[in-house]
């Protein structure tokens, strides 16, 4: 039977991480080509063979665009900040409703700047953050926070490598 001091060594705090587009203009001029390409594709009928279809330059902005928003991703990367202080950390921010265990405001930001490693966040940070993305993005950041510090530490399970490797392994037979 294993000792807890050997266990106790092996142990790491749980990580997660997330995408974020910084760039919200590139993804909104993305998002209107993509409506114009879907518009023109529908109406266009061409006058002659010779006439090239005016979605492939629609379609050649959007591909440099979408280059564009890949270089404006960030990856966000928190780590599990023990159990002490994420219990004093709900605890300095709670709810004025007491159905709720924290303040929906405040302990998101400061879970977000204390749990962020790579980069490194104050909540003044987090809170200039949120004033230029979307809330969903808000969304995913809080609950990539709240998956490291609530998870249950099972492995998890990704379909997609698991169906990958059965194709694999299915054509190499």
């Not at 924290?102 to 949120?130: G, H, N, T, Y």
Request: aromatic fraction near 6%.
């Amino acid at each position: 039977m294993p000792d807890i001091k050997a266990l106790l060594a092996k142990a790491k705090p749980r990580e997660g991480s997330t995408t974020i587009l910084l760039d919200g203009q590139v993804a909104g001029e993305i998002e209107r080509l993509e409506a114009e390409l879907l518009q023109v594709s529908e109406d266009w009928q061409p006058s002659d063979l010779t006439e090239q279809h005016p979605g492939r330059k629609i379609s050649e902005r959007i591909a440099k665009l979408r280059k564009q928003a890949k270089a404006s991703e960030a990856v966000f990367r928190f780590r599990y900040i023990g159990d002490e202080a994420y219990s004093s950390l709900m605890a300095a921010h709670p709810s004025k409703d007491p159905a709720e265990g924290f303040d929906s405001v405040s302990f998101p930001r400061a879970l977000i700047a204390a749990s962020c490693v790579d980069p490194a966040m104050s909540e003044d940070d987090v809170k200039e953050l949120f004033e230029v993305v979307t809330q969903g993005q808000i969304k995913a950041l809080f609950d990539t926070a709240w998956d490291v510090h609530n998870s249950s530490g099972l492995v998890p399970f990704s379909l997609a490598a698991s169906a990958l490797l059965a194709a694999l392994d299915g054509g190499e037979k």
